[in-house]
C-alpha cells in the first residue's frame, strides 16, 4: 500500500473512527429494547425536553403582542346545557367565526333541552369534539362521543393531543385516521372553517406530529402562581359561561364576527384550581421533578390555534442532519483526544471531561437558543450522546481497532 504522511494517517483514523462511532450511535438510538445499560443519559431525561426549559424559562411571556384576540374562550364549568345551548345562540346571533366545543353530551336528558341543545350545535359553525384510541396494532377507533343524537348532522373533530414520552403534552396530530376515515384535529378543523388557506398550508407541511410552539399560558384567577401563571399574565380573553350569559348585552354587535370561539372546561368556577382536563405543558415554570400540570385542553387547543393563524410552527432539525452533526463532533474529539493522550499528560482524563462538559454547555446554550428565538428544535439527546460516548469510543478504537488499521493500510 501507499506509504500517507503522519497528517494523512491522523485524518485518515479520525474519519473512520467517526464513521465507526456514528454507526454504532445510529444503532443504539433504534434498539427495540431497553438501553439503560448503554445509554443512561437519554433514560435519565427520558420525561424531559429541551423545548420545556426554552419555552418557560427563556422567553418573554409579557409581550403585550403576545394577546391574540382573535381566539375567544368561555369556561364552561360544570356542564350545563341549558347554559352552553343558551350561550351558543348568544354566539350564533352574534355573527361568531366559528365554534369548537371541547365537550361531550354523552346521553340524553330532558327531551326539550336537548332538542334545544341540538339545535344549536347543527349550525354550521360549530364543531364538536371527541376522541379516539388506538390499539396494539396503531388502529384507531372512535372511542369517547356525545350521544348520537347530538352528533348526527353537526361538524366533529378529534380533540386528541400527542406526547412523545408519556408524561408531557408537546405534539398533536393535524390529520389521523379513524375507522379508515382521515379526520383532521380540532384546531385544524376551527382553523380551516376561517381561514382554509391557512389551515391548507399547516397540511402542506406534511408532517405526521407538529409540535406545539406554547407561547401563551394558562389564563383564569385562579391560575396566577408558580407553577403555572407567577407572570400573572392574561393571553385570550376569556370568561365565565355564567357571565358571559349575563353580560352578553355589553359585546358590540361585531366583537365576535372575526373571532373562534372556544368552550371547555378551566375549573368549576372562578376560584377553582381543578385538576379536571389538566395536562403537563412545556410552559409548566417547574420543568423537572414533580409539579402541578399547568393547562387545562382547551387552552392547549387555543395556543394551537395561535401557532396555526400565526404560521408560527416549531421547524425540527431532520435525524439525518443530527448524525451528521454527530459525524463532525466524534471527528473534531478525535483529533482533541489523540493530541491531549499523546502528551501524556499527567490530568488526561480531567482534560478531557473538561472539554465534554464546555461542548455540553456550549451546546444546550445553543439548542436553547435556536428553540426560543427561532423555534428551530434540535435533537439534544442524540448529540450530547455522541459527546458523552466519544471518549470511551475513542479508546476502544485507539486499543483494539487502530494498530489493526495501521497495517491493513499504513505498513
Given at each position: 500500500?501507499?506509504?500517507h504522511?503522519?497528517?494523512n494517517?491522523?485524518?485518515?483514523h479520525?474519519?473512520?473512527y467517526?464513521?465507526?462511532?456514528?454507526a454504532?450511535?445510529f444503532?443504539?438510538?433504534?434498539?427495540?429494547?431497553?438501553?439503560?445499560?448503554?445509554?443512561?443519559?437519554?433514560?435519565a431525561?427520558?420525561?424531559?425536553?429541551?423545548?420545556?426549559?426554552?419555552?418557560?424559562?427563556?422567553?418573554?411571556h409579557?409581550?403585550p403582542?403576545l394577546?391574540?384576540?382573535?381566539?375567544?374562550?368561555?369556561?364552561?364549568?360544570?356542564?350545563?346545557?341549558?347554559a352552553?345551548?343558551?350561550?351558543?345562540e348568544i354566539?350564533?346571533?352574534?355573527?361568531a367565526?366559528?365554534?369548537?366545543?371541547?365537550?361531550?353530551?354523552d346521553?340524553?336528558?330532558d327531551?326539550?333541552?336537548?332538542?334545544?341543545?341540538?339545535?344549536?350545535?347543527s349550525d354550521?359553525?360549530t364543531i364538536l369534539?371527541?376522541?379516539f384510541?388506538e390499539?396494539?396494532?396503531?388502529?384507531?377507533?372512535?372511542?369517547?362521543?356525545s350521544?348520537?343524537y347530538?352528533t348526527?348532522?353537526?361538524?366533529?373533530a378529534?380533540?386528541n393531543?400527542?406526547?412523545?414520552?408519556?408524561?408531557s403534552?408537546?405534539?398533536?396530530?393535524?390529520?389521523?385516521?379513524i375507522?379508515?376515515?382521515k379526520?383532521?384535529?380540532?384546531a385544524?378543523?376551527?382553523?380551516?372553517?376561517?381561514?382554509?388557506?391557512?389551515?391548507?398550508?399547516?397540511?402542506?407541511?406534511n408532517?405526521?406530529k407538529e409540535?406545539i410552539?406554547?407561547?401563551?399560558?394558562?389564563v383564569?384567577s385562579?391560575?396566577?402562581?408558580y407553577?403555572v401563571?407567577?407572570?400573572e399574565v392574561?393571553?385570550?380573553?376569556?370568561?365565565?359561561?355564567?357571565d358571559f350569559?349575563n353580560?352578553a348585552?355589553?359585546y358590540?354587535?361585531?366583537?365576535?364576527v372575526?373571532?373562534i370561539?372556544?368552550?371547555g372546561?378551566m375549573?368549576?368556577?372562578e376560584?377553582?384550581?381543578s385538576?379536571?382536563?389538566r395536562?403537563?405543558?412545556p410552559?409548566?415554570?417547574?420543568?423537572?421533578g414533580?409539579?402541578?400540570?399547568?393547562?387545562h385542553?382547551?387552552l392547549?387547543?387555543a395556543n394551537i390555534?395561535s401557532?396555526?393563524q400565526?404560521a408560527d410552527?416549531?421547524?425540527?432539525v431532520s435525524?439525518?442532519?443530527?448524525?451528521i452533526?454527530?459525524f463532525?463532533?466524534?471527528f473534531?474529539?478525535f483529533?482533541?483526544?489523540?493530541?491531549?493522550?499523546k502528551?501524556?499528560l499527567f490530568?488526561?482524563v480531567?482534560?478531557?471531561?473538561?472539554?465534554?462538559?464546555i461542548?455540553?454547555?456550549?451546546l444546550?446554550?445553543?439548542?436553547?437558543?435556536?428553540m426560543s428565538v427561532?423555534?428551530?428544535k434540535?435533537?439534544?439527546?442524540?448529540?450530547?450522546?455522541a459527546?458523552i460516548?466519544?471518549?470511551?469510543?475513542?479508546?476502544?478504537?485507539?486499543?483494539r481497532?487502530?494498530?489493526?488499521?495501521?497495517i491493513?493500510f499504513f505498513?
Open positions: 500500500m501507499a506509504h504522511g503522519p497528517k494517517k491522523l485524518e485518515f479520525a474519519l473512520f467517526s464513521v465507526l462511532s456514528t454504532f450511535l444503532f443504539l438510538h433504534h434498539l427495540p429494547l431497553n438501553q439503560l445499560f448503554i445509554d443512561p443519559f437519554s433514560e431525561i427520558k420525561n424531559h425536553d429541551i423545548m420545556d426549559v426554552a419555552l418557560s424559562k427563556f422567553r418573554d409579557k409581550d403582542k394577546f391574540d384576540d382573535e381566539v375567544f374562550i368561555i369556561n364552561s364549568g360544570i356542564t350545563d346545557r341549558k352552553i345551548a343558551k350561550t351558543l354566539l350564533h346571533s352574534k355573527g367565526s366559528v365554534i369548537g366545543l371541547d365537550l361531550l353530551f346521553e340524553k336528558q327531551a326539550e333541552m336537548d332538542s334545544i341543545l341540538k339545535a344549536q350545535l354550521k359553525r369534539g371527541y376522541t384510541e390499539n396494539i396494532n396503531h388502529y384507531s377507533v372512535l372511542s369517547l362521543n350521544d348520537p347530538f348526527k348532522n353537526v361538524s366533529k378529534y380533540v393531543l400527542g406526547t412523545n414520552d408519556g408524561f403534552v408537546r405534539t398533536f396530530e393535524p390529520v389521523h385516521s375507522d379508515k376515515e379526520d383532521t384535529a380540532f385544524v378543523k376551527l382553523v380551516a372553517y376561517k381561514h382554509p388557506e391557512i389551515a391548507e398550508a399547516l397540511l402542506k407541511r408532517l405526521k409540535w410552539n406554547f407561547r401563551r399560558k394558562q383564569g385562579a391560575n396566577g402562581h407553577p401563571n407567577s407572570d392574561n393571553h385570550y380573553p376569556s370568561v365565565f359561561m355564567e350569559i353580560n348585552s355589553s358590540d354587535d361585531d366583537y365576535f372575526n373571532k370561539v372556544l368552550i372546561f375549573g368549576e368556577n376560584k377553582a384550581y385538576m379536571k382536563d395536562y403537563f405543558t410552559l409548566n415554570e417547574k420543568y423537572s414533580r409539579s402541578h400540570p399547568d393547562m385542553g382547551v392547549v387547543h390555534i401557532m396555526i400565526h410552527y416549531i421547524n425540527e435525524e439525518v442532519r443530527l448524525y452533526i454527530a463532525l463532533l466524534f473534531i474529539n483529533l482533541f483526544f489523540d493530541r491531549i493522550v502528551k501524556n490530568f488526561t480531567a482534560t478531557i471531561r473538561v472539554i465534554q462538559i461542548q455540553f454547555i456550549l444546550f446554550s445553543l439548542c436553547i437558543y435556536l427561532h423555534s428551530i434540535v435533537g439534544f439527546v442524540l448529540i450530547i450522546t459527546v460516548l466519544s471518549f470511551e469510543l475513542y479508546e476502544f478504537y485507539h486499543k481497532i487502530q494498530k489493526k488499521i495501521d491493513v505498513k
